[in-house]
């Protein structure tokens, strides 16, 4: 397939940033002797904000990715969580893949109710979009979306995404919450020798390239891939 080269991705701040994860402070100066009380007035807020920094977590943001030319124009009548089943079809192409995760914002918690979509092509490099000659298997559906609880987890069962022309294996990612789009990237098979030549994972620091590159594990019932979310809510 020769797909049209997927346009730069946009910088925004939402790209790449750390977050603190605020503490609260535990002392108490209520059995201290006044002339300590009146040290602790000066040296205290410098001892909290020294032990604040110390038990600062930073968590990094999923960095974002162009969205590519792919995303679905209609969304598929089916699109569940299940990518290998569309309607009545069973899709028996690639390599079936658990794809799980936990989504959450900036502090960890977890952000229930948030959509997460996935959309990527078949085994033979196609998407269901016109672009690409709507050539994609009928029987797989390239896309699902789902909805998550209180634990801020998702699932997907797809395939192990194939690399295209010009493109090294990914699936793309995109995170809402209500009418809010909070982030759109891509996902990557950690160990892919196509990785280092891909125009857009190049573009990613080692450390978004580390929150954006996941292992893919063989497991009984196929290959099992775990790709957590942090978004700014
Ligand atoms: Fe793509």
Request: positive net charge.
């Amino acid at each position: 397939m020769n797909a049209p080269p997927e346009p730069k991705p946009s910088r925004n701040r939402r790209d790449f940033q750390l977050a603190a994860e605020p503490t609260a402070s535990t002392s108490s100066t209520a059995e201290l002797p006044r002339r300590a009380v009146a040290a602790a007035l000066v040296v205290g807020p410098m001892l909290w904000l020294g032990a604040r920094a110390q038990a600062v977590s930073a968590r990094t943001l999923t960095p974002s990715q162009t969205e590519g030319p792919f995303y679905p124009v209609r969304l598929p009548q089916d699109s569940d969580h299940d990518l290998l089943r569309n309607g009545r079809l069973d899709y028996r192409g690639g390599q079936a893949t658990w794809l799980d995760g936990r989504v959450t914002d900036a502090a960890g918690k977890p952000l229930a109710g948030a959509q997460v979509e996935i959309w990527q092509c078949d085994e033979n490099g196609h998407y269901h979009h016109p672009g690409d000659g709507d050539r994609a298997d009928a029987a797989f559906q390239g896309f699902g979306r789902v909805i998550v609880g209180a634990d801020g987890t998702y699932r997907f069962r797809t395939i192990r995404p194939v690399p295209y022309t010009g493109r090294t294996p990914h699936i793309h990612v995109k995170v809402r919450l209500g009418a809010r789009e909070l982030l759109t990237t891509q996902l990557y098979v950690a160990g892919e020798a196509g990785n280092a030549r891909d125009f857009l994972w190049q573009r990613l620091s080692p450390a978004a390239r580390e929150a954006v590159t996941v292992p893919f594990e063989r497991r009984q019932d196929g290959w099992q891939a775990r790709f957590p979310i942090t978004v700014a809510a």
